[in-house]
């Protein structure tokens, strides 16, 4: 029987981290990660094996990322765990001993079993499965017409590649909007307008009905009635946590179907970790229990787990997701960070909102200038940042990353206005006009109490 310490089923970003971060925090830890998947892929980076990076081999998350720390990786699929006696069972037939378990299963693609139509050939998911991607890829090239279903990040950004790529791309989501979830309507609407300028069509407003053909994808019928010619379809409508392997073993798993936890990322068993697509979240705003699905959310989670395997720290937990995205469309960058303003007003926040349009170089002369706008949203009473939104270009996602850090520490609009900030022609906005503080200096008039 092999044994280790520290076991970690899973091994893309979340399980490589928590390996990692635990390894630096417990040097005289043995960590194992077990892994189905010979070579793990860069999550985020999956929509551009359709165009930008051209295929999956340069979409690879290394193992040096655990291993370099002292931490092992064994290619194999645990099947059985035993909680009482503290063995994994391997499709491989080897069973493993643990002090300590991380389960950072992740998630799959939803599959809609009520669609007609949808096992037809090149209807196709977004896995993170390289052998899948690459046989996708391939078919994809004989492919001209391509129907994407769904209107998230990872529909959006697809829908952009195989156009790219030179197909013929429409894009249909049943929200009024794309991007709905994230943005607020007048920024979904300027990323609409840079899809559409770009040649993709966009379908809006209705859902797919039935995919049409004879063995092989012919077309495609919405719920409106309409019908169009299509000769792939990918369907991008969601993720769903891969919590089978813990179903039968007493884990509290809630009514979104991931495993509960703490704020330590620990289960109701407490040797028992959870991290990543298959771990509960909550919306660091609201408190209410969250699906967000972000590999940044599960990296930190990741952070968070490794330092606390042995010993808690009361300074070390997740404190709730803050939802931060972003993603590039036509060279215009788009990020998001909390609440939009009208997530705040669902939930009942008294709010007030600002927002800027400047530019994200200086002098606007230089030959990369492009616009850039932040809009924040400010619970009134307290001024404390809920949520932002920007807009611009490539630097959009760092900035939305400062936004993020202002929400998690709970920065109210005088810290904001107060800020220090360096900057640089070539990298940044003038200190006399930059974005985020004028977005701020807009909510102050405002008058936040």
């Avoid at 193992?63 to 931490?71: E, I, Q, R, Y």
């Avoid at 669609?115 to 991607?133: C, S």
């Avoid at 279903?149 to 697809?158: H, K, M, P």
């Avoid at 991290?275 to 968070?304: H, P, Q, W």
Wanted: aromatic letters at 6%.
């Amino acid at each position: 029987m092999e044994k280790t310490d520290v076991l970690v089923i899973g091994g893309s970003a979340a399980g490589l981290v928590a390996a990692a971060t635990g390894k630096s925090y417990y040097p005289d830890k043995d960590f194992l990660v077990i892994r189905k998947d010979k070579q793990a892929m860069i999550p985020c980076g999956i929509p551009y094996v359709f165009g930008s990076i051209e295929n999956t081999d340069k979409n690879i998350l290394p193992d040096a990322l655990a291993t370099k720390t002292g931490a092992r990786v064994k290619i194999d699929e645990v099947i059985s765990i035993d909680r009482a006696k503290k063995i994994c069972k391997t499709k491989a037939g080897a069973e493993i001993q643990f002090e300590k378990l991380v389960l950072a299963t992740g998630s799959r693609p939803k599959t809609p079993r009520w669609l007609k139509g949808a096992n037809r050939e090149n209807v196709f998911t977004i896995p993170k499965n390289k052998e899948y991607l690459d046989e996708m890829t391939t078919k994809l090239k004989s492919c001209s017409k391509v129907t994407v279903v769904g209107a998230g990040f990872i529909g959006v950004e697809i829908s952009d590649e195989l156009k790219k790529s030179g197909k013929e791309v429409t894009l249909v989501e049943k929200l009024p909007r794309i991007l709905s979830l994230a943005f607020d309507d007048e920024i979904a609407l300027n990323a609409e307008e840079i899809l559409v300028s770009n040649g993709i069509t966009l379908k809006t407003g209705t859902g797919i009905d039935e995919i049409l053909g004879n063995g092989k994808v012919t077309g495609v019928r919405l719920t409106s009635g309409e019908l169009f010619e299509a000769d792939a379809v990918v369907l991008s409508i969601g993720y769903q946590p891969n919590t089978d392997i813990v179903k039968d073993i007493g884990l509290n798993i809630n009514d979104l179907g991931f495993i509960k936890v703490d704020e330590y990322m620990r289960t109701d068993d407490p040797d028992i970790y959870a991290i990543g697509d298959c771990a509960e979240k909550r919306n660091f705003v609201t408190r209410k229990t969250s699906n967000v699905m972000l590999a940044s959310t599960a990296c930190a989670e990741a952070r968070i787990a490794g330092m606390n395997l042995y010993k808690l720290s009361a300074v070390k937990t997740f404190n709730g997701t803050i939802a931060i995205f972003s993603t590039c469309i036509g060279g215009t960058g788009f990020g998001a960070a909390g609440l939009t303003e009208s997530q705040a007003i669902s939930e009942n926040f008294d709010i007030v909102t600002g927002t800027f349009e400047g530019i994200d170089r200086h002098p606007g002369t230089l030959s990369d200038t492009q616009k850039q706008s932040v809009k924040l949203i400010v619970a009134r009473d307290s001024g404390v940042i809920l949520g932002g939104e920007v807009q611009g270009g490539l630097s959009t996602g760092e900035l939305i990353n400062v936004i993020g850090l202002a929400i998690q520490n709970r920065m109210t609009i005088n810290s904001i206005l107060t800020t220090q900030i360096g900057t640089q022609p070539l990298l940044t906005a003038s200190p006399a006009a930059y974005p985020f503080i004028k977005a701020a200096e807009a909510v102050a008039l405002h008058k936040v109490k």
